[in-house]
């Protein structure tokens, strides 16, 4: 089955600096890529996907990006802020029987130091 | 609309105790899971269901029943409570399986004594 590696699990940037946070799966089939952010107390919420047929995604200061070949996507977030603060989570869809559930990586605190 | 809600909020039960944590959905959506949460450990899938009338096992499914007699309603029983599930326990929904964007409730505290 599909198994989601996640670097670093913690992550310290200054406000301003960009932070990074890399994910690799397994599942060659696997063609759906989102990532979750997880504040103190609350349940995940989807801060941006991408899909297979596509290299890069943006969104404001927060952008994706996936490398089939090598089976890897990354987060990347500009000019961070302290409610960037928490943690992130990437997942990648299942395949077959699994009826495309997502399996997650283990996370990953990222602190951004005002 | 209220998305998906999960009751209680926090539990303590004691070893051997049965209960139900609650979950319901008001979008309408097929697909919905439950995910424990335990540190260090990322989310794990439970069960999950495709639609009414319809359930099926995920990576970590021992201890744990589900059914789905509803499309709003999906509740996780745990039938005889050990230490081992302690954790925090999330209920998600989407509008079909592969490729939909999950929406999380707020989840549930157990702690199991």
């Known amino acids: 089955g599909e198994n989601v590696e996640q670097h670093p699990s913690t992550l310290s940037v200054q406000e301003g600096d960009s932070a990074v946070i890399k994910c690799t799966y397994s599942?060659?089939?696997?063609?759906?890529f989102p990532w979750y952010k997880q504040e103190l107390g609350k349940g995940p919420q989807l801060i941006i996907d991408?899909?297979?047929?596509?290299g890069e995604k943006k969104d404001q200061r927060i952008a994706v990006t996936l490398n089939k070949t090598a089976k890897h996507f990354s987060l990347h977030i500009t000019e961070t802020q302290p409610e960037d603060s928490a943690v992130y989570f990437c997942a990648a869809s299942g395949s077959g029987g699994s009826q495309g559930n997502l399996i997650f990586g283990k996370g990953t605190k990222l602190s951004v130091k005002p | 609309n209220a998305g998906v809600t999960q009751t209680p909020k926090f539990q303590v039960l004691k070893t051997g105790q049965s209960m139900t944590l609650q979950c319901a959905q008001d979008?309408?959506?097929?697909?919905m899971s439950w995910y424990r949460q335990d540190p260090g450990m990322g989310l794990r899938l439970i069960h999950y269901s495709v639609g009414a009338g319809i359930t099926d096992q995920g990576e970590v499914p021992n201890g744990y029943n589900v059914s789905r007699s509803t499309t709003e309603d999906f509740p996780l029983r745990l039938l005889s409570a050990a230490p081992s599930q302690t954790s925090v326990y999330f209920c998600a929904s989407s509008n079909g399986a592969r490729g939909e964007t999950q929406y999380f409730g707020p989840g549930t505290r157990l702690l199991v004594l």
């Open positions: 991408i899909r297979s047929n596509v």
């Open positions: 979008m309408n959506h097929e697909y």
């Open positions: 599942d060659s089939a696997s063609n759906y």
